[in-house]
């Protein structure tokens, strides 16, 4: 098992930025390819973000691309997703995810809200 608690979420004006962060413990943090997901109002939950479990490899959603910046640090079992200019259209709760490919994962957050006015 992993348990993950997000963490850096909140409100936000259009153009801004915010940093979030995912703890992650239990099973051994490194072994696990670490994601970031979303979910709108009415909408399904679908992929932001996944970086491989050395931290050499991402891969970002088209939406978010050249805008968001994921990283990890294994010393830390701490994923995170920085957010620079931020669009209305970027509101929704955020879920980060271990074992995360860009479909599905082994394991979620309970997630952190983000909300960006405009």
């Known amino acids: 098992q992993v348990q993950l608690v997000e963490s850096g979420g909140g409100l936000v004006q259009a153009g801004g930025s915010l940093r979030l962060s995912c703890a992650a413990s239990?099973?051994?943090?490194?072994?696990?390819?670490m994601g970031w997901f979303r979910q709108a109002p009415g909408k399904e939950r679908e992929f932001v973000a996944v970086?491989?479990?050395?931290?050499?490899?991402?891969y970002y959603a088209d939406s978010v691309k050249g805008r968001f910046t994921i990283s990890r640090d294994n010393a830390k079992n701490t994923v995170y997703l920085q957010m620079n200019s931020l669009k209305p259209e970027d509101t929704a709760v955020y879920y980060c995810?271990?074992?995360?490919?860009?479909?599905?994962?082994?394991?979620w957050g309970q997630g952190t809200q983000v909300t960006v006015s405009s």
């Open positions: 239990g099973r051994t943090f490194s072994n696990y390819a």
């Open positions: 995810a271990a074992g995360a490919g860009t479909v599905r994962a082994d394991y």
């Open positions: 970086i491989s479990w050395s931290g050499g490899s991402t």
